[in-house]
Nanobody, 119 residues
Framework: QVQLVESGGGLVQAGGSLRLSCAAS????????LAWFRQAPGKEREFVSG????????YYADFVKGRFAISKDNAENTVYLQMNSLKPEDTAVYYC????????????WGQGTQVTVSP
């Protein structure tokens, strides 16, 4: 099992920046990938960005390309999501989750961190 704790959310004006953190503990050596998802009120949870645990290849949803950057601190087992040029439509609860194999679903969700972008 792995435990994930998100932090770094808050209220920011449009055009501003935030950096989210996802700290992983437990069986981190077995993680295949870690990803950020978000869920806005009344909407489905959607993929934002992911990183492969071993080779740190990164992936982004089209709507965040060029604005968000995902990175990993191996010493701290922490994954960061740097969010720049934020838009009101980025407002959501952001969750991190892990994938154990290339084909498994994401799970072991953290509690989430609220990001609110004002116009």
């Amino acid at each position: 099992q792995v435990q994930l704790v998100e932090s770094g959310g808050g209220l920011v004006q449009a055009g501003g920046s935030l950096r989210l953190s996802c700290a992983a503990s437990g069986r981190t050596s077995s993680i295949y990938a870690l990803a950020w998802f978000r869920q806005a009120p009344g909407k489905e949870r959607e993929f934002v960005s992911g990183i492969l645990w071993s080779d740190e290849n990164t992936y982004y949803a089209d709507f965040v390309k060029g604005r968000f950057a995902i990175s990993k601190d191996n010493a701290e087992n922490t994954v960061y999501l740097q969010m720049n040029s934020l838009k009101p439509e980025d407002t959501a609860v952001y969750y991190c989750g892990v994938q154990w194999t290339k084909t498994s679903n994401f799970g072991s969700w953290g509690q989430g961190t609220q990001v609110t972008v004002s116009p």
